[in-house]
C-alpha cells in the first residue's frame, strides 16, 4: 500500500514538473511570436531593416503608432519653435498626422495631440535627430534627398501656416532655425 501511495505521489509530481515545464516553453514561444510580431510592424512602419536596431527598439516598448509619430517630430517643434503654438499651425500639424494614417484615438495621435498641448521635452528633438541620422546611413543619397524634401516640406508648411497674409509668406527666425537645425540631421 506505501508502494502505491509513493507511486502516486511520484507520478504527481513527475506531472506537475512537465506541465510547469511546458507551461514555460509555450510562454516562451508566445513572448519570441510576440517579438517578431512587434518587430515586422515596427519595420513596416519605420523602413528600417537593421534587425539590431528593430530588437533594440522592441525591447524599448516602442510600438509602430509611436514611432510614426515620433517622424511627426519635425512638425510638432516647427510649431513651437517661436514658444508658442497657433490654432493655424495646430491645424497644419493634424493634418499631417491624417495624411500619416494616424487617425484620433490612436496611440500616435494621442502623443502628438499631446505635444501640442504643450511642447515636448527637448529628448525628443534629440531621439528624432538620432533615428534620422542613423536611417539616413542606411539610405542611397537620392533616398536620403527624398526623404529629406518630404520631411523639411512638411515642416515648412507648418512654419508658413502661421505667417505672413493668410497664414502664407511669412516664417520667424526661431522656426527658419528650426528648419536649419533639422535638415543637419539628414547630413548624416
Known amino acids: 500500500m506505501a508502494e502505491a501511495f509513493l507511486g502516486d505521489r511520484k507520478r504527481a509530481l513527475e506531472e506537475e514538473f512537465f506541465r510547469k515545464r511546458e507551461q514555460a516553453l509555450l510562454a516562451r514561444l508566445e513572448a519570441e511570436r510576440a517579438h517578431r510580431t512587434a518587430k515586422q510592424a515596427l519595420a513596416e512602419a519605420s523602413g528600417l531593416t537593421d534587425e539590431a536596431v528593430l530588437d ?42 491624417a495624411a500619416a494614417g494616424l487617425p ?29 541620422r542613423g536611417l539616413c546611413g542606411q539610405l542611397s543619397p537620392a533616398e536620403r534627398q527624398s526623404l529629406r524634401s518630404a520631411v523639411i516640406g512638411q515642416a515648412r508648411v507648418v512654419a ?27 547630413a548624416g
Open 56 to 97: 533594440h527598439l522592441v525591447s524599448l516598448g516602442i510600438e509602430p503608432d509611436a514611432f510614426m509619430a515620433l517622424r511627426l517630430v519635425p512638425l510638432v517643434e516647427v510649431a513651437w519653435a517661436d514658444g508658442h503654438l497657433d490654432a493655424r499651425e495646430r491645424q497644419a500639424v493634424l493634418s499631417a498626422l
Open 104 to 132: 484620433p484615438g490612436s496611440l500616435g495621435y494621442a502623443l502628438v495631440d499631446g505635444w501640442l498641448a504643450s511642447p515636448p521635452p527637448p529628448s525628443m528633438l534629440e531621439a528624432w535627430s538620432a533615428y534620422t
Open 160 to 186: 508658413e501656416a502661421a505667417g505672413g497674409i493668410l497664414g502664407l509668406g511669412k516664417v520667424s527666425a526661431a522656426e527658419v532655425e528650426m528648419l536649419a537645425r533639422l535638415e543637419r540631421a539628414f
